[in-house]
């Protein structure tokens, strides 16, 4: 029992010492660099197992790259994830403005009924259909979090005004 907690103390102790990376190619890379920081140069490379291994300047830099790379793929495939979201949630918030175009002008003609309530309502739920669909869609990324919760916010508040005037409780 005792040795697996000294293994892992001793492991404990030397990690940050692995986790420098190879002092010379890292160190003599990172110590051309000022922008970004050096520490950030130094501290990113020494946690990338390719940057780490290079003997080199040319394999820091083939480290570097490739994982620059592999993270701008990465975000291109978050970044097509959020266009098809955010295309659906144009239609959710196409839906609701015309569902709120058509209140208006039942209004305006003075027409205030079960029809009008039904699109006031059928406006309620797109910008939290939206801000589900950002939230737990692919992307998982919501850019329109404030738009969306204003947005729920007004068109609860019209649709709970519009079913008072029906109901004849206010005129």
Do not use: W
Not at 7 to 22: E, F, K, N, Q, R
Not at 142 to 148: A, G, L, T, V, Y
Request: glycine share 6%.
């Amino acid at each position: 029992m005792k040795q697996p907690v000294v293994l892992l103390l001793l492991t404990i102790a030397i990690a940050p010492v692995l986790a420098m990376g190879s002092p010379s190619a890292i160190n003599m890379t990172c110590a051309l660099i000022t922008t970004p920081t050096r520490d950030f140069c130094a501290g990113f490379l020494s946690g990338d197992p390719a940057a780490v291994a290079a003997t080199d300047a040319r394999g820091v830099a083939t480290a570097v790259v490739n994982t620059t790379a592999n993270k701008a793929a990465s975000t291109m495939r978050v970044i097509t994830d959020l266009v098809d979201e955010l295309s659906t949630c144009r239609m959710y918030y196409t839906t609701m403005a015309q569902s709120l175009a058509g209140v208006l002008v039942d209004f305006r003609a003075g027409r205030l009924d079960n029809a009008t309530l039904e699109k006031a309502h059928q406006a309620m739920n797109q910008p939290k259909n939206c801000d589900t669909l950002l939230l737990e869609g692919k992307a998982q990324k919501n850019p329109f979090s404030k738009e969306n919760g204003e947005n729920d916010s007004l068109v609860r508040l019209a649709a709970a005004i519009t079913s008072l005037l029906a109901s004849k409780r206010i005129g």
